[in-house]
């Protein structure tokens, strides 16, 4: 509901507006005042759509009352139409328009005048309040997008400044406009040398001349706006890679990314892996991979020797128990998934295997389990020897103990058989030495009774 506040120190004559807009304008609602000071404080407060403000009032006339009205920030948008006892009052017009009135009455107020100044006024209060709001969005839209900027700029400025490739920063012509601090740690070049150079003249100086028909093409490739490659470049004693990115603005950004270590690393990872083949491939030792589930990831070529399959018959196909004896599957299988779950290395576990042609084959099988770095486990990795020959020599070995074993038994037996009957002959001797010497004892004493008795 649209709000119109009346000022007037006569009580009649609001009375009688009210009536008049209540009457024509029966949708909006009307806020009277008895004097200027009154008035102010509800139009601050109330925010009215429209003013009717009486000139002629004690105190505070309807001059000071609306220049007040117009310079406070909170009522200066809202319309005040002034009311003047002569319709002529060519003065009274010209000041009330200095203080800031939008329109004018003359008493005897018409009513029909009266309903068509306060349409107008709401007309003129609406659609300066839509150009409010919309300035005031739009005010706020500059504020956040001018923020939004500052922010972008300061994160700019802040990667431009930490990070650890070198930046350079050149115009259309290729002039330098920036660089930063880990361009000057990277190529030596400090910024003072560098901005407001062109990068044909930083080049020539800084350059070695080997290097320079290579970088002034990449140059003349960013003039021309061609593509460019990143590319690499032996700078002193580093290798730098360069790659340059074209902005929408014709200019240009270069990153130089110092990577001196990583091609090191590179190079020693490409001996460690040409050693490692040499050794897998020159090893009589089945070198294998498995992840935690105990499927084969990577083998080695010795795998065919030993069990007669091709490498993608095994490899992300086959687990290491898939290939156990059947009869010994499911044991070992248990056995080999508790060291798993226990995450440990094992030694010369003994396994028998079915090759692919169906013959039986002993290994022995070694591994450490690979982690990650919270040290979950990832699968395991080991070698597995061929011990079938050394299996059949100790099956042979046992059968030969075995016999021996048997032949000792039967040998000892017929021993123990020996010294039975030599015990029992050896008790018979005795036994007859004992009797012949009593037989002797006898016919002495029989010979010396004979011979006393003579």
């Known amino acids: ?33 008895l004097s200027g000071k009154e008035g102010i404080e509800i139009a601050k407060k109330e925010q009215p759509d429209t003013i ?22 909170s009522t200066k948008h809202i ?46 209060k609406g659609a300066e309040d839509k150009l409010r709001a919309e300035q005031e969005l ?17 994160k700019y400025r802040s990667i431009f400044e930490g990070a650890n490739d070198g930046i350079i920063h050149v115009d259309k012509s290729i002039k330098v406009l920036n660089v930063n601090p880990a361009f ?47 590319y690499e470049l032996n700078y002193q004693d580093k290798i730098l890679e360069i790659s340059i990115r074209k902005q929408k603005n014709g200019q240009s950004v270069g990153i130089i990314r110092d990577i001196t270590e990583r091609k090191r690393v590179e190079e020693r990872l490409i001996k460690s892996e040409e050693r490692f083949r040499q050794i897998t491939e020159n090893s009589q030792e089945w070198i294998w991979e498995v992840d935690s589930n105990g499927l084969y990831t990577f083998a080695s070529h010795v795998m065919g020797n030993m069990l007669g399959y091709k490498l993608e018959e095994i490899v992300n196909k086959k687990h290491f128990y898939d290939l156990f004896h059947p009869e010994d599957r499911e044991e070992l299988k248990n056995a080999a998934f508790e060291v798993f779950k226990q995450r440990q290395s094992f030694l010369e576990f003994i396994n028998r295997n079915v090759t692919k042609n169906g013959e039986i084959v002993w290994l022995s099988t070694s591994g450490v389990p690979i982690l990650d770095n919270n040290g979950n486990l990832l699968g395991y990795r080991g070698g597995d020897i061929n011990i079938t020959e050394r299996k059949q020599a100790e099956e042979e070995l046992q059968k030969h103990r075995e016999h021996l074993e048997e032949l000792v038994k039967n040998r000892t037996q017929k021993l123990e058989e020996q010294n039975k009957e030599l015990a029992r002959l050896n008790h018979l001797f005795v036994n007859r030495e004992f009797r012949i010497k009593e037989l002797r004892d006898k016919v002495k004493e029989l010979e010396n009774k004979i011979s006393d008795k003579r």
């Open 138 to 154: 739009l005010d706020q839209k500059v504020k956040e997008r001018t923020k939004e900027l500052r922010e972008s700029e300061e």
């Open 1 to 33: 509901m649209k709000k119109i506040l009346a000022i007037d120190d006569q009580k009649d004559n609001l009375t009688t507006i009210k009536a008049v807009i209540k009457s024509n304008m029966p949708d909006c609602k009307v806020l009277t005042a």
């Open 79 to 124: 319309p005040v139409v002034m009311i003047t006892a002569i319709k002529t009052d060519k003065e009274s017009r010209i000041k009330g328009l200095d203080t800031g009135a939008d329109a004018f009455l003359s008493k005897p107020i018409d009513s029909g005048e009266l309903s068509a100044q306060v349409n107008v006024m709401l007309r003129i």
């Open 184 to 230: 000057t740690e990277i190529t030596g070049i400090s910024e003072e040398a560098a901005i407001g150079k062109s990068s044909f003249d930083l080049v020539n100086e800084f350059v070695n001349i080997k290097h320079l028909p290579r970088i002034l093409n990449t140059l003349k490739s960013v003039i021309s706006n061609k593509p460019i490659k990143p």
């Open 52 to 73: 009717l403000l009486d000139i002629i009032m004690p105190q505070m006339d309807g001059y000071d009352v609306c220049k007040r009205l117009k310079e406070d920030e």
